[in-house]
């Protein structure tokens, strides 16, 4: 089985983004190994100061952790109609330039509003680009989260659901077809 590495992409106490990696992760757990991690756990403390291009043992090891996977699955809210700024200073102390070079990368956005975190992941989408990551080409928007999204059923909608499914299989797959 390949491993597949969730991020659950804020530092917010109480996140949907939490609870949704972690209904996601036991979904996909008889198919990858699959591991969470959550940004709550970065240690932002650490590069406050700009430490860019320091050697941060505490960064390094948060880093090396989370890289040690042949895929990631990056669930993201909308924070002022784009991504949380805590993402973005993750991504600005990732191992330069090689983190995400030909890493299957694949996301889901949650949000109050009606676009279900579509700009943060598009957003997102570039950046990881420009990183030279595998874009996978199915993406899920959760929109008016609190409404639509259970922690124990996940989606509410059939539907909705149904799609969150086969992004997860897809995604699986796509994983495995790299790595092969
Ligand atoms: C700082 C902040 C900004 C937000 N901005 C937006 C927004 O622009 N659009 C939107 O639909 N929801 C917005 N929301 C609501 C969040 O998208 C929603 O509560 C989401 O579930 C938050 O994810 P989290 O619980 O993982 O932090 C905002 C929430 C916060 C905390």
Redesign the pocket.
């Known amino acids: 089985m390949n491993t597949i590495h969730i991020l659950s992409s ?1 530092d ?1 106490p109480g ?4 609870k949704v990696s972690g209904y996601v992760k036991e979904f996909m757990d008889d198919k990858a190994n699959v591991e969470l991690f959550s940004l709550k756990d970065f240690p932002y403390a650490d590069v406050v100061g700009g430490k860019y291009g320091e050697d941060i043992e505490s960064v390094k090891t948060f880093n090396k952790a989370f890289l040690d996977a042949d895929g990631f699955l990056f669930v993201v ?5 784009g991504f949380p700024g805590v993402l973005k200073l993750f991504i600005d102390y990732l191992p330069f330039p090689e983190a995400m070079d030909n890493m299957p990368v694949s996301f889901i956005g ?4 009606s676009f279900g975190a579509l700009r943060p992941v598009e957003h997102l989408q570039q950046i990881l680009s420009y990183r030279k990551a595998l874009i996978f080409s199915e993406r899920m928007f959760i929109k008016g ?1 609190d409404k639509n999204f259970d922690r124990a059923e996940g989606l509410k909608s059939d539907m909705l659901q149904g799609l969150l499914e086969d992004q997860l299989n897809g995604f699986v797959e796509f994983v495995e077809k790299v790595s092969a």
């Open positions: 804020t917010r996140s949907n983004a939490l809210p909308e924070y002022n109609g949650e949000a109050a509003g989260v």
